[in-house]
């Protein structure tokens, strides 16, 4: 039986706060450290392909080393917070690969040997797979926030998941920075519209799910939790869906960051 690798769209938190045991992130933390692994056996990965949010170009982008370093984009944090190290290899030969099938499928890419792994790599591959022994390829999303070009990059990255190679998508499932700042309301969550609306699309079949997503925008809530132009930390959820394949996906967090934000996460393990 040929194993198929997951598709995974999970909740990074806010810079490297999951990784300091900061107090309103711990369900966030003790699910990447200790309950995505009931979902994911990182021991039968090959490799892992994950697209961040944190890497916006017009052109997809791919990490191309065989070693990256750490890129610390995020700034006012304690100081070990840019000591950590994560030495999982890259893998030059799978950036390739991508490449290639990503111009076959006409999707403009580029290859990257020098921008390090960010946050949205490192903080949830060090609490999800701390051996760092699994080589990673890191895309980027794509500056224009288009769904069906996000979800068209998934299709062409499912075929990968054939190779024992997982694709996860490090984003937010809810990121307004000024809501995140000003907006927190005392255990009432703020997005539980959209966040309904986005399991039942993520646990639709392929047709259905890829007809919601492409109208997310449209949705009640929508740019309240995604505002326009700045939504990029919704873009890796799009491409996972799009590379889960034909089968509906599955809910597998559900968790409310500092009783106001509901955040959600997604894996897909059928063809």
């Known amino acids: 039986m040929v194993f198929i690798a997951p598709a995974l769209f999970v909740n990074h938190g806010g810079g490297p706060l999951p990784l300091l045991g900061d107090k309103d992130h711990m369900g966030l933390t003790n699910f990447l450290r200790d309950e995505v692994k009931k979902h994911v056996n990182f021991k039968d990965l090959k490799a892992i392909i994950l697209v961040t949010a944190h890497w916006q170009e017009k052109h997809v982008s791919i990490s191309s080393s065989s070693h990256h370093d750490l890129y610390f984009d995020y700034y006012g944090f304690p100081p070990e917070s840019y000591e950590y190290t994560y030495d999982a290899p890259g893998h030059p030969e799978l950036a390739k690969q991508v490449y290639s099938a990503l111009s076959d499928a006409g999707i403009e890419a580029k290859l990257d040997s020098s921008r390090g792994w960010d946050h949205g790599v490192f903080v949830p591959m060090m609490l999800m797979n701390p051996e760092a022994n699994i080589p990673i390829v890191q895309l980027s999303v794509l500056s224009n926030q288009d769904a069906e070009q996000h979800y068209r990059l998934g299709e062409v990255l499912h075929k990968f998941r054939k190779d024992g190679i997982a694709i996860i998508g490090s984003g937010m499932s809810y990121h307004n920075m000024r809501e995140f700042m000003y907006g927190r309301s005392g255990h009432k969550v703020v997005n539980e519209?959209?966040?309904?609306?986005?399991?039942?699309?993520?646990?639709?079949?392929?047709?259905?799910?890829?007809e919601m997503l492409m109208i997310w925008d449209k949705q009640p809530g929508a740019r309240e939790a995604h505002p326009p132009r700045a939504a990029e930390h919704f873009m890796p959820l799009v491409v996972i869906a799009g590379a889960g394949g034909k089968a509906p996906?599955?809910?597998?967090?559900?968790?409310d960051l500092s009783d106001s934000f509901r955040l959600s996460g997604f894996i897909w393990k059928d063809e």
Do not use: H, M, P, V
């Open 249 to 255: 996906g599955e809910r597998i967090f559900n968790w």
């Open 193 to 210: 519209d959209f966040d309904s609306f986005l399991n039942e699309a993520c646990t639709a079949n392929n047709d259905k799910r890829k």
